[in-house]
Structures are given as structure tokens and as C-alpha cells.
């Protein structure tokens, strides 16, 4: 699992997380449409973010999910989402 947190309005305009975390692993790739990989599985974990927003005297914090899982489902478009969100997720699978 990774933790990632980003501050509303602040500097950091985005984050790498590391790929071998989200793929899926050997035995589970060919069930998300990857070939078997030669090396470098995955493993199957996830990415938590969490956005910081201050609010007067009070600071707003909302988490957000994703995993293999997740993002097998909005390649799908089982989760429909707009074009150029769909453009980012394609090329995040391509790579």
C-alpha cells in the first residue's frame, strides 16, 4: 500500500507511484489482460490518497482508493468516466 497526500492549493500538481505496486501479480495477469510478465510482477496493492483543504479554523480531509481492481474496472468502462480522464487511463495501462 502507498500513502500519497496533497495539500488543496498547494505546490504538488501530482505524484509517481510505483507501477510494480498496482499491477497485478504472475498468476493473476492474464485475468486483467496482461501477458505473464518476464519480470518485474506486480503486486497487487493499492494507493491511498489523501487531499487536505483548510476550511476557516477547520481542515477538511478526503481519502480516495485505487487498486488493480478499480482500475480494471473503469478500463472496462464499467465505470464510466469523461473522455480525457478515459485517454489518461488507457495510456496508464499501455505503460
Excluded: C, H
Excluded at 504472475?26 to 486483467?32: G, I
Excluded at 491511498?48 to 482508493?65: C, N
Excluded at 487498486?67 to 495501462?93: C, G, H, K, T, Y
Amino acid at each position: 500500500m502507498q500513502l500519497k497526500s496533497m495539500v488543496a492549493k498547494g505546490k504538488a500538481a501530482d505524484w509517481s507511484v510505483r507501477r510494480s505496486l498496482l499491477r497485478p501479480r504472475a498468476e493473476d495477469a492474464d485475468v486483467f489482460g496482461f501477458n505473464t510478465p518476464r519480470y518485474g510482477a506486480g503486486r497487487a496493492g493499492g494507493v491511498i490518497l489523501m487531499t487536505a483543504t483548510a476550511i476557516g479554523e477547520e481542515i477538511d480531509v478526503v481519502y480516495f482508493y485505487t487498486d488493480i481492481f478499480v482500475l480494471s474496472a473503469l478500463w472496462s468502462n464499467i465505470v464510466e468516466r469523461p473522455a480525457p480522464q478515459r485517454r489518461r487511463l488507457l495510456r496508464l495501462r499501455t505503460e
